[in-house]
């Protein structure tokens, strides 16, 4: 079973911000939380990952709270291609030659930018 | 590098038939995985490869599902006697695992496949 919970569904409006909320409260101390998410049809895509400290890329913002039990992905400026379901994943670091490989997904939290 | 590629995209067969879906990573990436999504769920995790070594399978992967990387690079996922309820979007993601920092993954376009 996947470790986070998100809520189903969220709206945004295009140009805003999107706050997406994960739920992490069982995370283990050599866990990360990373985020995906997949466009209608293809495969999911990686947007940005983090152990402890917040993170930012091109795409998008992670800030861990610091209990690190739960955590919001930001879109700063959503679009309409940002309409997408977004995975919340926790997952331990992978070892060389170590076994923990998969990524456990939930139902994600889906998206949808407005205009 | 064009990123991890899928073939083929769409492939319907009948019930009882074989087929075979062929993963390309993104080049040098040393692990690779095979999950499958059905409709309306996450993708599921079935099984990945370090270099040429199966390292993991999941209790999903039945004795019907095989899949090899016999050079390290690229795989194939063959399932045999294919049922009904093998409908579903066929996904491979492939890392690069150079340290004990988790790699993201990157996923291909998947492979539909229907069974009729």
């Known amino acids: 079973d996947a470790k986070t919970t998100q809520p189903p569904s969220m709206d945004c409006a295009e140009g805003r911000a999107a706050n997406l909320p994960c739920n992490h409260s069982?995370?283990?101390?050599?866990?990360?939380v990373y985020w995906y998410r997949q466009i209608h049809s293809q495969g999911p895509q990686y947007i940005i990952h983090g152990l402890k400290n917040n993170e930012t890329n091109e795409m998008a913002s992670l800030i861990i709270t610091e209990d690190r039990k739960s955590s919001t992905l930001i879109l700063p400026h959503a679009t309409l291609r940002d309409t997408a379901v977004y995975y919340c994943?926790?997952?331990?670091?992978?070892?060389?030659?170590?076994?923990?490989?998969?990524?456990?997904f939930g139902k994600g939290t889906k998206l949808s930018v407005k205009p | 590098d064009t990123g991890v590629s899928q073939n083929p995209r769409h492939k319907i067969t009948k019930r009882g038939q074989n087929v075979t879906f062929r993963c390309d990573p993104i080049?040098?990436?040393?692990?690779l995985y095979w999950y499958r999504q059905t409709l309306g769920q996450g993708p599921e995790f079935l099984t990945y490869f370090q270099n040429e070594a199966q390292l993991e399978k999941s209790r999903l992967l039945s004795d019907r599902f095989s899949a090899e990387r016999p050079k390290g690079s690229f795989s194939t996922l063959e399932i045999q006697r294919t049922e009904q309820g093998d409908s579903a979007m066929y996904l491979c993601?492939?890392?690069?695992?150079?340290?004990?920092?988790?790699?993201?993954?990157?996923f291909g376009p998947g492979t539909r496949l229907t069974v009729l």
């Open positions: 993601a492939s890392s690069l695992v150079v340290s004990s920092v988790g790699p993201p993954q990157y």
């Open positions: 069982t995370i283990s101390g050599n866990e990360y």
């Open positions: 994943i926790v997952r331990v670091a992978t070892n060389y030659g170590g076994s923990q490989g998969n990524l456990i």
């Open positions: 080049s040098e990436h040393n692990r």
